[in-house]
């Protein structure tokens, strides 16, 4: 049974983008939620007045241009005034049900910043919702679908619940990522600041995937570029100048062949992604990114120390496997964030599996 004092304490918000065609089903998805936000990023097709339409009660936020995902989303953050909110894309479904169970997760884990539930394809496919830091090299193996609550670097950024003060205490999103990679910063972030970020299979989501946009020469051209754009941003935030030197190179000796390779074989989606990167680092390498220092941003309020009579006492079956140790029986989830900030490597995920 649904408790809608519960979902009360929820923001919902959708980042749209020429997305008409995904609006009945997006308000079908929302409809059951008291407090909906959409933030339309210059949208031309008529998205905006579809969601006033379809989903009266709804907020909406119309902005002039394109300025990205990351920035959507902070413009839409400043206008929350609930404890929790949901940043759901515009072609992912959730209900009401996994909404609450990752509610209750946030609610048992009062360390974590946020969390993410299961997201599936329309051919019953598991979806990688969950892995280690980008940067960190590990065995190609088949994606599992954990089967408890477990802490990870980088959480799918489809459908994600976040505790506001959290998300304004680190500053939100990094703007300069305009498409691809603000995820994996964002949850970097936020553990360096103390949070966890914990994956929750209990939870379900149904994600098409690509469909926030509809497809055509030009976003397949946008989207190749902004993702080699992004990835050297990352690579050099996260491995350093010459990590981001390097990746360019890689990039703009390979596009020249690769180019001309997939033209003569008429391959036209390599051969765009191909002109897409090439560009993409060139016009990196040229600019080399007078970056603003994250130092001068404006400072959020400081949180409020999460005390452990805010949340509901562990189970004594509660443990926490580790390499560097256990959680003895009744030791709160608490415990679990310090000592993964003091371990002197990456925790393989089998080995930060919280076991119910």
């Not at 609450?100 to 048992?108: G, K």
């Not at 959290?166 to 360096?192: K, P, S, T, V």
């Not at 299979?201 to 946009?213: E, L």
Request: with cysteine; net charge positive.
């Amino acid at each position: 049974m649904i408790d809608s004092n519960s979902i009360e304490q929820v923001t919902i918000i959708c980042v749209t983008y020429k997305s008409r065609a995904l609006i009945e089903s997006l308000a079908d998805t929302l409809r059951p939620f008291p407090h909906v936000l959409i933030i339309d990023n210059g949208s031309d097709d008529g998205t905006a007045s579809a969601v006033r339409r379809l989903l009266p009660h709804a907020r909406i936020i119309e902005r002039g241009d394109n300025g990205g995902f990351g920035k959507a989303n902070n413009e839409a953050m400043v206008e929350v005034r609930t404890p929790l909110a949901l940043l759901l894309n515009p072609d992912c479904d959730i209900k009401p049900d996994g909404l609450l169970t990752l509610m209750d997760t946030l609610r048992r884990y009062p360390s974590a910043g946020m969390v993410a539930p299961q997201s599936w394809r329309e051919n019953q496919k598991p979806q990688k919702c969950f892995r280690r830091a980008f940067y960190d090299l590990c065995p190609r193996a088949p994606y599992r679908v954990a089967d408890a609550t477990c802490s990870a670097q980088w959480l799918n950024g489809c459908c994600l619940l976040l505790r506001t003060e959290a998300f304004r205490h680190i500053g939100g999103f990094d703007e300069r990522f305009f498409l691809f990679y603000e995820d994996d910063d964002l949850c970097l972030r936020m553990q360096r600041a103390g949070f966890e970020c914990l994956f929750e299979p209990a939870a379900n989501a149904w994600h098409v995937g690509g469909a926030s946009s509809a497809p055509s020469v030009r976003v397949s051209f946008v989207k190749s570029f902004h993702y080699a754009r992004s990835r050297h941003l990352a690579i050099r935030e996260y491995q350093g100048d010459g990590a981001g030197w390097r990746y360019l190179l890689k990039l703009m000796l390979a596009a020249v062949p690769l180019v001309l390779v997939y033209g003569l074989l008429l391959q036209r989606r390599h051969f765009i992604k191909w002109v897409a990167w090439g560009a993409s680092a060139a016009t990196s390498a040229l600019a080399q990114f007078p970056w603003p220092s994250r130092a001068i941003r404006a400072q959020a309020p400081a949180l409020r120390p999460v005390s452990r009579r805010d949340a509901e006492p562990a189970s004594p079956a509660t443990r926490v496997s580790l390499s560097r140790g256990y959680l003895e029986p009744g030791e709160g989830p608490t415990v679990l964030s310090k000592i993964r900030r003091n371990a002197d490597q990456v925790q393989a995920r089998n080995e930060s599996v919280v076991e119910r």
